[in-house]
T-cell receptor, first 113, second 110 residues
């Protein structure tokens, strides 16, 4: 399968724990996006990478959130000291350098108890 | 006011009906996307358009750049079309991130 993959698909954690999600984009897609979707809402932009450089971050991304893309391939999104309000679907998408279309992964559903 | 507004938020129809979902946007865009999301969360791109009209099977998407408005139509709707349909705008500047509407939950009854 050469689509975007995300791991894990589901994560249940207790408030205060740290969690890390991984996204593997389509190979050779140098642009990578993280979005967050809460129940009943459309997704919201979190952050954007071009190759390994994190070029844009949303104000939604508090200092408890950090994202990396160390080698310009896969990316990780870490949430420290999780709160119940962090419960959401975290979506990753990748895009080719000259393309407009974003290809989405299946998402990681986070539940914070 | 959200940069991308969709209507209706919920739509229930009978099999065979013609469906229209509307999207208005207020940002400068490089493209307008229509996406489909099934239960479980996966998002699939249906259309990406910057002008005119596109058709794929029973789905038609149109955009009016001057009015900043797009519509998604489904002809001869079928229960398998039941899903959430999301309109999203690629912003011209910077990351060209997607700005999403709230989505329209479509239910087609047999």
């Amino acid at each position: 399968d050469t689509g975007v993959s995300q791991d894990p698909r589901h994560k249940i954690t207790k408030r205060g724990q740290n969690v890390t999600f991984r996204c593997d984009p389509i190979s050779e897609h140098n642009r990578l996006y993280w979005y967050r979707q809460t129940l009943g809402q459309g997704p919201e932009f979190l952050t954007y990478f071009q190759n390994e450089a994190q070029l844009e971050k949303s104000r939604l991304l508090s200092n408890r959130f950090s994202a990396e893309r160390p080698k310009g391939s896969f990316s990780t999104l870490e949430i420290q000291r999780t709160e119940q309000g962090d419960s959401a679907m975290y979506l990753c998408a990748s895009r080719a350098f000259l393309g407009d279309e974003q290809f989405f992964g299946p998402g990681t559903r986070l539940t914070v108890l | 006011k959200n940069e991308v507004e969709q209507s209706p938020q919920n739509l229930t129809a009978q099999e065979g009906e013609f469906i229209t979902i509307n999207c208005s946007y207020s940002v400068g865009i490089s493209a307008l996307h229509w996406l489909q999301q099934h239960p479980g969360g996966g998002i699939v791109s249906l259309f990406m358009l910057s002008s005119g009209k596109k058709k794929h099977g029973r789905l038609i998407a149109t955009i009016n750049i001057q009015e900043k408005h797009s519509s998604l139509h489904i002809t001869a709707s079928h229960p398998r079309d039941s899903a959430v349909y999301i309109c999203a705008a690629s912003k011209i500047q910077g990351a060209q991130k997607l700005v999403f509407g709230q989505g329209t939950r479509l239910t087609i009854n047999p």
